[in-house]
């Protein structure tokens, strides 16, 4: 930080990311929550916060990295439940959209029983019947073109 500066704490440049963030400016939040993740390393907030404007962003294997980062300071302490369950589900949510559904399967199941936990079930379930149907995206991409209707010309 440059001198003459005033030094932020980490909580003041995590809510500037907020306020980012409920703005819809991921890219400028990110920039806030790793810097407030840098002035206290200790704390989950700054990288739980992280993780979902990564998510927002697109850039799945950031937020994974970020919500096992926070998963890994959270530690297995019982009140701290409900941060794990929302770490969870952002780490689940990025590895399905990266296609790593085996790696889902297991984050999936450190869910609590609950609505999140079902319909993520349920969403991997599905991922795997239609690739049991059509194993690989040339696949796909030639069922769409062959059942796509056919333009016939009038006599």
């Known amino acids: 930080m440059a001198v003459g500066q005033p030094s932020s704490s980490s909580e003041d440049v995590r809510k500037q990311g907020n306020d980012l963030y409920k703005a819809h400016k991921y890219a400028e939040a990110i920039g806030c929550y790793q ?3 840098e002035l206290a390393p200790d704390q989950t907030a700054p990288l739980s916060n992280l993780s979902a404007a990564l998510l927002e962003v697109g850039d799945y294997a950031a937020c994974d990295e970020a919500c096992s980062a926070g998963l890994a300071q959270l530690g297995h302490a019982p009140e701290r439940e409900n941060a794990r369950q929302k770490l969870y589900l952002r780490q689940a949510k990025a590895r399905l959209y990266s296609l790593q559904i085996d790696e889902v399967a297991a984050v999936v199941g450190a869910l609590t029983s609950g609505e999140e936990r079902t319909n993520s079930e349920r969403t991997i379930q599905a991922y795997q019947a239609s690739r049991a149907v059509l194993p690989d995206v040339k696949a796909v991409h030639v069922k769409i ?10 006599m």
């Open 145 to 154: 073109i062959l059942d796509l209707p056919r333009y016939k010309p009038m």
């Open 35 to 37: 810097r407030a993740a």
